[in-house]
């Protein structure tokens, strides 16, 4: 295959495309490429299918011959299936048994029929062949044969195959685009390998959205653009179908999140701006705020520190638009714990605090309340001197914006293979 490829293909780096597991997708139709090459005879079944360990290939030389290799194990269902049916036969022929008891036999009957079916299934299949097969060779000598469908091949590429013997050269092209149509109304159109989405293509969902981008094993993986009917986009990077690395999600309500991303989730270093002018910064686990991170709010304050599970908790240092500032221990975002309040005078309150307010006052210098300061200090510290990641989001985004495009050409090719009737394995 990779011997084919036409110097049209669209290329990308190798980082684009990365490994998945394969999706399959029911459709209810699709467009295909084949050429079909005709035979004089049917290939023989043993031809065709390898021989089992032990197992013996069917002879055609006489008609007895196949009844000679059966198995011994058939003879026993035999002898059980004739002495039922005398019995059920004695049973029926009698006046006196009533009609449910005559039902209930017959229904032990047809379980005991079935059990031994079952037991014997490989007996009873090797039979219809053999029975099958006679039919075929005596139907042959008496002029009846049943007709065979010819064998499909079918292709997958850019190239164009050398001419057979009857075929135009349009017959002969083998194309790597296609379009393909989903029961659920979605619509994908793009490059194909192997009957599976692969290599750059755009999927229209359905009164939903629409992706365009890199596919491996019909799963986005690489780098692409995804938007949505409501207004949503995001442009970055993708693994097995899911967001995973770097990327810019913009929500339909004016919310934009950027950074690293985790198995669809925000995950790692970000930023998150919210349509209210309320921005963070900071480290985030499995779509909320957790770690060191620093917050703006809107009505000017703002805090950096310890998050855990979406909420302030553990050390941070809260500078309010007032100009006071609290230094010290929080708890599900009230101050909780020791910690040192300072007004815009320069008057402080320190000691230890509860749900927000100060429970014991103790003097400043005590040994828990400046433990507690320096604590919430340095993590103060390291919350505004985090690492950024946004060199790392703008290639990705522009890493996304050129497959996007890649992926439009392709569905452009396939739209326009189609028209002219030059169709790809998308089954």
Partial sequence: MDGQKSQAKLTRTQSSLLRSSPTI??????????????????????????????????????????FRSAPA??????????????????????????????????????????????????????RYNVFRNLFDEYGKRFGFQRTHSKPVQWFIGETKLGHKEGKSENENQVVREGVEFYSNGDIYEGEYHKGR?????????????????????????????????????????YRQGLRHGYGVYKFYTGDTYSGQWCNGQSHGVG?????????????????????????HFRNGDWYAGEYFGDKIHGFGVYHFANGHCYEGSWHEGRKQGYGMY??????TRCGEWDSGNLKIPSPPLTDAVLRAVQAARKAAENAIKLRRVDEQVKKAVTAANRAATAARVAAIKAVQNQMNGNFCDTS
């Fill in 25 to 66: 997708r029911s459709s209810i139709h699709s467009f295909s490429s084949i050429n079909e090459f005709g035979i004089d005879h049917e290939p023989d079944i043993e031809e065709q299918k390898p021989h089992k360990p032990g197992s013996t290939p069917i002879r055609r030389g006489s008609f007895f011959s196949p």
């Fill in 73 to 126: 194990r058939i003879g026993p269902v035999l002898v059980v299936s004739v002495v039922l049916m005398y019995t059920l036969f004695v049973f029926f022929s009698r006046d006196d048994i009533p009609t449910s008891e005559s039902l209930l036999l017959a229904l032990i009957f047809v379980a005991v029929l079935l059990f031994f079916a079952g037991k014997n299934r490989e007996s009873i299949h090797q």
């Fill in 197 to 237: 989405c692969n290599g750059s293509g755009v999927y229209n969902y359905f009164v939903k959205g629409r992706y365009e981008g890199d596919w491996v094993d019909g799963k986005y993986d690489g780098y692409g653009i995804e938007s949505w009917a409501r207004g949503s986009k995001y442009r970055g990077q």
């Fill in 342 to 347: 300072t007004f815009r005078n320069g008057d």
């Fill in 271 to 295: 930023s998150q701006s919210c349509s209210d002018g309320s921005s963070y910064i900071g480290e985030f686990k499995c779509a909320v705020k957790h770690g060191l991170g620093c917050y």
